[in-house]
């Protein structure tokens, strides 16, 4: 029966493909997608990661012909991330000139110039024979500003080798100050800082590290330096701290758990807000998609889009690819 008054009929908006389109609040663009990847080390050829489909420890060679292709496409930044030959205490492999990132960003910088931006993820984790994000004390508790130095001397060493944009991961207090001060000593006052702000101890970084071959030793965790899941005010906290010490973008992570902890930062500051989607919420896709239980490209844009809704500006994941072909190609209604 119909009302005789005249309700709202919001279903008026949604009757055709063109009319949602129209009026759709939110559009996710390729160019608002940072495509996280891998380079290894001592490999002759491209190796698969069991727990990430569709996602490769590149060589340089096959790491070069990616960002090509990506940049092809109309992505607009990529983020690196090293896996070393060797591993020590302190990890070397992120600060020295000859480390596979650093060597990786030199012949990137010099075959593409500033045609993409090239983001370095700047932590010890996958340099280290402990696997923890900083050095250790003599009890085996990471050293905050003992870390520091070896930040500030990684950030010199990725803006040396062509970084436009190194991304402080490990959880310092005061790693964002330290490594801004770091970069304009070495004259780097050009290159920017996104800043790992509120990034939480998850469960959902598994499959990222096997991509790059990190354990915790002795059944550790990051508990101590990464954000208790419990918390959304402590994420503001965060934010301004590293805003204060120079941050020029910051970033939630996980993304679709927190997607609360972006809206209130969007909310908060003015400068761009990123937002990871991160390795464990990439491969529960995969993985239920494989069973058939999901439709893949369906509930991937439905949770990209709702990681922009919430307010990122800027969204770091390993379906960058994956929704660059997929704009390329796409039909329009
Ligand atoms: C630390 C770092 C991690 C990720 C990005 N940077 C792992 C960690 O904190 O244990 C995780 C990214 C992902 O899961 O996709 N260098």
Same mark, same amino acid.
Request: net charge negative; proline share 4%.
């Given at each position: 029966?119909?009302?005789?008054?005249?309700?709202?009929?919001?279903? +008026?908006?949604?009757?055709?493909?063109?009319? =949602?389109?129209?009026? !759709?609040?939110?559009?996710?663009?390729?160019?608002?997608?940072?495509?996280?990847? @891998?380079?290894?080390?001592?490999?002759?050829?491209?190796?698969?990661?069991?727990?990430?489909? #569709?996602?490769?420890?590149?060589?340089?060679?096959?790491?070069?012909?990616?960002?090509?292709?990506?940049? /092809? *496409?109309?992505? =607009?930044?990529?983020?690196?991330?090293?896996?070393?030959?060797?591993?020590?205490?302190?990890?070397?492999?992120?600060?020295?000139?000859?480390?596979? %990132?650093?060597?990786?960003?030199?012949?990137?910088?010099?075959?593409? $110039?500033?045609?993409?931006?090239?983001?370095? /993820?700047?932590?010890?984790?996958?340099?280290?024979?402990? $696997?923890?994000?900083?050095? *250790?004390?003599?009890? $085996?508790?990471?050293?905050?500003?003992?870390?520091?130095?070896?930040?500030?001397?990684?950030?010199?060493?990725?803006?040396?080798? #062509?970084?436009? %944009?190194?991304?402080?991961?490990?959880?310092?207090? $005061?790693?964002?100050?330290?490594?801004?001060?770091?970069?304009? +000593?070495?004259?780097?006052?050009?290159?920017?800082? *996104?800043?790992?702000?509120?990034?939480?101890?998850?469960?959902?970084?598994?499959? @990222? =590290?096997?991509?790059?071959?990190?354990?915790?030793?002795?059944?550790?965790?990051?508990? #101590?330096?990464?954000?208790? &899941?419990?918390?959304?005010?402590?994420?503001?906290?965060?934010?301004?701290?590293?805003? !204060?010490?120079?941050?020029?973008?910051?970033?939630?992570?996980?993304?679709?758990?927190?997607?609360?902890?972006?809206?209130?930062?969007?909310?908060?500051? /003015?400068?761009?807000?990123?937002?990871?989607?991160?390795?464990?919420?990439?491969?529960?896709?995969?993985?239920?998609?494989?069973?058939? &239980?999901?439709?893949?490209?369906?509930?991937? *844009?439905?949770?990209?889009?709702?990681?922009?809704?919430?307010?990122?500006?800027?969204?770091?994941?390993? @379906?960058?690819? &994956? @929704?660059?072909?997929?704009?390329?190609?796409?039909?329009?209604?």
């Amino acid at each position: 029966m119909a009302a005789n008054f005249p309700i709202a009929r919001p279903r +008026r908006l949604r009757r055709t493909a063109a009319l =949602r389109e129209l009026v !759709a609040e939110t559009q996710l663009a390729v160019t608002d997608l940072v495509a996280p990847l @891998f380079v290894r080390e001592g490999i002759e050829a491209p190796q698969p990661i069991v727990s990430l489909p #569709g996602v490769m420890q590149h060589t340089v060679v096959s790491l070069q012909a990616e960002v090509r292709e990506l940049a /092809d *496409l109309g992505v =607009r930044a990529v983020i690196l991330f090293g896996v070393p030959a060797t591993k020590d205490a302190v990890g070397s492999g992120a600060f020295d000139p000859q480390g596979i %990132v650093q060597v990786a960003l030199r012949t990137l910088r010099a075959e593409l $110039g500033d045609r993409i931006v090239l983001m370095a /993820d700047l932590c010890v984790d996958e340099y280290t024979d402990h $696997g923890h994000c900083g050095v *250790l004390d003599a009890d $085996g508790n990471v050293d905050n500003d003992l870390t520091l130095d070896i930040y500030a001397k990684a950030a010199v060493a990725q803006a040396d080798a #062509g970084a436009h %944009v190194v991304a402080p991961s490990g959880m310092m207090d $005061g790693q964002v100050g330290a490594i801004r001060t770091a970069l304009d +000593r070495a004259g780097h006052t050009e290159v920017s800082i *996104l800043a790992y702000s509120a990034k939480y101890a998850s469960g959902l970084y598994g499959p @990222f =590290r096997d991509a790059v071959d990190v354990q915790i030793a002795a059944g550790g965790d990051r508990k #101590g330096y990464q954000q208790d &899941w419990r918390n959304a005010r402590e994420a503001l906290t965060e934010v301004d701290a590293d805003i !204060a010490q120079g941050a020029d973008m910051v970033m939630v992570k996980p993304a679709l758990p927190y997607l609360d902890v972006i809206a209130a930062v969007r909310q908060r500051v /003015d400068i761009p807000v990123a937002a990871y989607h991160v390795s464990g919420e990439y491969a529960m896709i995969k993985a239920a998609a494989a069973n058939g &239980w999901i439709d893949h490209d369906v509930v991937a *844009l439905e949770q990209l889009t709702a990681i922009k809704r919430a307010g990122a500006d800027v969204i770091l994941t390993y @379906f960058t690819r &994956w @929704f660059a072909e997929r704009a390329a190609t796409r039909v329009q209604p």
